[in-house]
């Protein structure tokens, strides 16, 4: 299907009938089959940084997401990303309605959606978000929620459905699931024209399908209070949640963290995450309780804490002696707030643990699988650090050194939690002094 889309801030002027120049919003003009629709990217920019014949933000400059500074390089990618989620939709379709495509859009940018009001609580949206407000659930659960609610949204507006609990059959939540494998695009290499699907990963999925079914065990009961009897498409007779897929842990040795942690750093910037990321790997702690602890938690060289994921539920007491190294990178800071560290938002936590494994030089390649198809694949391990690697490391390289029983009390893992698995792997090691007792 034929469709053009240009990329350009707002022209737009003010009272006194000047044009407007500085933090201008960032308009997509998309027009398919006789249809015009503008879409705000999410960006604001200066006017004169911004390359309209190149219909992207110019080389080392700065705008704005809502009150947030973003760099040129991030803003580009979102607007290539819509360039190339378009270009793919339609080229698969010979009919497009603007919900569909301002659906498709949200999901590039991330953007919520905003429910259409129901006159009851007993809809399928208005009891989701009922679900998501009475349940004693972690933040971190709760976000998952909003999460799996906006994708309900953008698939009712692609499809051009009502979704109702009566609307919900087998059918359509196998129509959900193959929504999620599609629903997003992006270039294949940077500069490229070339389009590839960047579908959900198959565990993303799994924990969405999920999440609807824990919400649609929750919805039966509530209805049952109100006299209406709920349908089940779920279980053995219906439809199944696709299983998780887990690859060997990936991890740095005590020997990278070592050299991270002794790594002349060209920029204060690359000097906190490292310090960041090491402390992690000596506490074992997520990076959600990391960032709130504060000085308060640290008695006796021992922090103490509890973690957010089980404080809701059955609250387990973590108590960490702190590594020579740790509390010498804590005694390297005094904020006013009485934080630990300087913390940063997650997304550039994690973006800026890969500049950092690069500039040190941490780059050796590993096998994972990948979270899109499943398949085995060789990565260097600077190209998927994250923050939770350094959870992974501190469990991982202390297994077989010490009893399980011991490292989950300080990682703050519950007894027999299947999760503890995910964070070690059995080396050749412990595997010939298996061997060797034969």
């Known amino acids: ?139 971190g659960r709760k976000k998952h929620i909003s999460s799996t609610i906006n994708h309900w949204l953008r698939y009712e507006a692609a499809r051009g459905l009502k979704i109702t609990f009566e609307s919900i059959t087998v059918d359509l939540l196998r129509d959900f699931e193959r929504y999620l494998q599609n629903e997003s695009t992006r270039p294949k290499a940077k500069n490229s024209k070339e389009l590839v699907f960047s579908p959900k990963s198959k565990n993303t999925i799994h924990v969405l399908m999920a999440l609807t079914r824990t919400f649609w065990n929750f919805a039966r009961k509530e209805l049952k209070t109100k006299g209406i009897n709920l349908h089940y498409p779920f279980g053995p007779d219906g439809y199944q949640a696709p299983g998780e897929n887990y690859g060997s842990p990936i991890y740095i040795t005590s020997e990278e963290r070592d050299i ?19 402390l992690q790997c000596l506490i074992g702690a997520r990076v959600g309780d990391l960032c709130k602890l504060t000085k308060a938690n640290v008695q006796n060289n021992t922090i103490t804490y509890i973690p957010r994921k089980t404080k809701d539920g059955k609250p387990v007491n973590v108590s960490v002696p702190l590594h020579p190294k740790a509390l010498e990178i804590l005694s390297r800071y005094d904020l006013p707030d009485g934080r630990l560290l300087p913390f940063i938002t997650d997304q550039r936590y994690n973006d800026y643990l890969k500049e950092l494994f690069r500039n040190v030089g941490i780059n050796r390649i590993v096998t994972r699988l990948n979270p899109t198809t499943g398949e085995p694949e060789q990565v260097p391990i600077c190209d998927i650090v994250s923050s939770h690697m350094a959870r992974r490391a501190f469990v991982g390289n202390l297994y077989g050194k010490v009893d399980n029983g011991i490292i989950s009390s300080m990682s703050g893992h519950v007894a027999g939690s299947r999760a503890f698995t995910r964070y070690y792997d059995v080396s050749k090691e412990l595997q010939q002094d298996a061997i060797s007792k034969l």
Not at 53 to 58: D, L, M, W
Not at 108 to 113: D, F, L
Not at 260 to 278: K, N, T
């Open 1 to 139: 299907m034929k469709h053009s889309v240009k990329i350009a801030p707002e022209r737009r002027k003010d009272k006194a009938g000047k044009l407007i120049t500085e933090n201008v919003p960032l308009f997509a003009d998309i027009r398919f089959a006789g249809t015009r629709l503008f879409y705000f990217t999410g960006y604001r920019l200066d006017a004169d940084k911004f390359d309209t014949k190149e219909q992207r933000a110019k080389k080392n400059c700065t705008g704005n997401e809502a009150k947030r500074p973003v760099q040129y390089s991030t803003i580009n990618d979102r607007l290539k990303a819509i360039k190339a989620a378009l270009e793919l939709f339609f080229q698969k379709t010979n009919a497009a309605t603007k919900p569909q495509v301002i659906a498709l859009l949200d999901d590039v940018c991330k953007k919520a959606v905003t429910p259409e009001p129901e006159a009851d609580n007993t809809g399928f949206f208005s009891m989701f978000y009922h679900y998501h407000n009475v349940c004693n659930l972690s933040a």
């Open 260 to 278: 991270l942690y002794r790594a002349e750093l060209p920029s204060e910037r690359l000097q906190r995450v490292r310090d960041i990321f090491v």
